[in-house]
């Protein structure tokens, strides 16, 4: 194993942010951050509809004000295939929402929460992730 | 007041996807290669998440109520079944075979990226199955 990449800073700043807005949430709101339920609660139920609807459209302004302000453009880089975009998606959607919680609500709230279905639901996602990308770097 | 704290979240949080660079699926990919060539980064980001959300929730979670809401909602089922691991199984798999997960797929969204746009939608008709199927 070689270390690359590595950012320890802009990863610990970003992630205190992160933590920040589940910590405001709860505080103001009353309620965990998990983006699958969100999102999908957005789409199959009307219990806080309007909280859901505009939780997601800050995500989708947090790139655009901060590239507002720090001027920085945001490279993303995708080089999947459109089929095994369709793939990935549709089980990250279905996944998520058999286990109730994905790397935020899982791995975030659930952990901020000490409860073991969350840590035990981490454990598992990241350890197939790691699987994947070791079969998949095979291939 | 409570609609006001879900956009501000909603930015703060989408924010810190920028910052820590999660929103970019190479850089979650180069921390499930942990065999190869490892980028740990994505460990500091839950540390950092992580160091500010769980005093904040044990600090408040015995509290009347949150503040512009009339009663805290926190998640209660304790079960360990079969739909935790197998969500859990299927959600890795799709996770580590394009390095997206929900909330940085949906950030994501901001800069325009079809691929991301493909990966979106097809998320959500996974979100639409499986509230069938549970």
């Given at each position: 194993m070689n270390i690359v990449n590595f950012t320890p800073i802009s990863a610990l700043t970003g992630g205190l942010l992160i933590g920040l807005s589940v910590a405001l949430f709860f505080i103001l709101n009353g309620r965990m951050i998990g983006i699958s339920g969100i999102a999908s609660n957005l789409l199959v139920s009307k219990?806080?509809?309007?909280?859901n609807f505009l939780f997601l459209i800050g995500l989708i302004l947090g790139p655009l004000i901060y590239n507002l302000i720090s001027g920085k453009e945001i490279n993303i880089s995708i080089s999947s295939s459109l089929?095994?975009?369709?793939i990935g998606g549709s089980l990250v959607g279905f996944g998520t929402r058999l286990s109730s919680g994905?790397?935020?609500?899982?791995?975030?709230s659930g952990i901020s929460r000490f409860s073991l279905r969350s840590i035990i639901a981490t454990i598992t996602f990241m350890i197939v992730g790691i699987l994947t990308v070791l079969v998949t770097g095979i291939l | 007041m409570n609609k006001i704290v879900s956009l501000l979240c909603g930015i703060i949080f989408g924010i810190?996807?920028?910052?820590?660079e999660m929103i970019n699926p190479e850089?979650?990919?180069?921390?499930?290669n942990i065999f190869r060539d490892w980028d740990p980064s994505l460990a500091f980001v839950m540390i950092g998440a992580l160091i500010v959300s769980t005093p904040i929730f044990h600090l408040f979670k015995n509290k009347n109520k949150p503040v512009?809401?009339?009663n805290f909602s926190i998640p209660t089922n304790k079960q360990i079944d079969k739909k935790l691991i197998i969500g859990s199984v299927l959600f890795g798999?799709?996770?580590g075979l394009i390095g997206l997960c929900p909330g940085p797929a949906i950030t994501s969204i901001a800069l325009l990226n079809m691929s991301s746009a493909i990966f979106v939608i097809s998320m959500f008709i996974g979100f639409?199955?499986?509230s069938k199927v549970n």
């Open positions: 219990n806080n509809r309007i909280d089929i095994l975009l369709i994905c790397t935020s609500g899982h791995g975030i | 810190g996807l920028v910052i820590s850089k979650v990919l180069g921390f499930l512009f809401s009339s798999s799709g996770w639409y199955l499986a």
